[in-house]
């Protein structure tokens, strides 16, 4: 069965410095998400991509992230300068149509995460 | 906001009894409501979707209701199974035009042989 996969699974980093999460969606995919979850906490959407381009972003998603396809495979998420309060294990997902569909193949799929850890 | 409540408290049961687990949520409507299953360090797993005209949706042994009245939903897991033990998340969106999910915290499920 195809699967999101996600690399590293664990990123530690200094504060400061620059982290790339990726992320490789199921290859019929249309639509693909991040999501973080702090240690103890719930899910929390970040952003939803399709077409190239942001589709919806929560408050989370200041302008110290960005997301980017840049190939046919891979999608990945960039935080530019990381906080203490970044630490937390990250998740993509991807869906075949958008949220909200009404043939039912919006059904997100997740990757295993990547636990983030900055020092 | 939107906010979702589901048992902090993990439920206890025996294997074979059917688990009921509660997701509550305040002051929206959304369109649709999700169920996953996550297992310790892992990504969630989709389980059922349920749409808010609908009142109840099957799946082998799960089984959701939505009561968009009571602002509730309830998934069952019947003959429950020691594997079945996990955490159980509740996650709503379409609230407003908005398909942004939120999540609850989940609930811990333990099923004891």
């Known amino acids: 069965e195809p699967e999101v996969t996600q690399t590293p699974s664990h990123q530690v980093t200094q504060m400061g410095q620059e982290v790339i999460l990726r992320c490789v969606p199921i290859?019929?995919?249309?639509?693909f998400y991040w999501y973080r979850q702090i240690l103890g906490q719930k899910v929390e959407f970040l952003v939803s991509?399709?077409?190239?381009?942001?589709?919806?972003k929560s408050e989370i998603f200041d302008d110290q992230f960005s997301v980017e396809r840049p190939d046919g495979s891979n999608f990945t998420l960039k935080i530019r300068s990381t906080k203490l309060e970044d630490s937390a294990m990250y998740f993509c997902a991807s869906s075949q149509s958008g949220a909200g569909g009404s043939t039912g193949t919006d059904t997100q799929y997740f990757g295993p995460g990547t636990r983030l850890t900055v020092l | 906001s939107q906010k979702i409540e589901q048992n902090s408290e993990a439920l206890n049961i025996q294997e074979g009894k059917t688990a009921t687990l509660t997701c509550n949520y305040t002051?929206?409507?959304?369109?649709?409501l999700q169920w996953y299953r996550q297992d310790p360090g892992r990504g969630p797993v989709f389980l059922l979707l349920i749409r808010e005209n609908e009142k109840e949706k099957r799946k082998e042994r799960l089984k959701v209701t939505f009561d968009t009245t009571l602002k509730q939903s309830l998934f069952h897991i019947t003959a429950s199974q020691p594997a079945d033990s996990a955490t159980y998340l509740c996650?709503?969106?379409?609230?407003?035009?908005?398909?942004?999910?939120?999540f609850g915290r989940g609930t811990s499920l333990i099923v004891h042989p």
């Open positions: 991509f399709y077409n190239n381009e942001i589709s919806e």
């Open positions: 002051n929206y409507s959304p369109a649709y």
């Open positions: 290859s019929n995919h249309l639509y």
């Open positions: 996650s709503t969106s379409g609230a407003g035009g908005s398909y942004i999910p939120t």
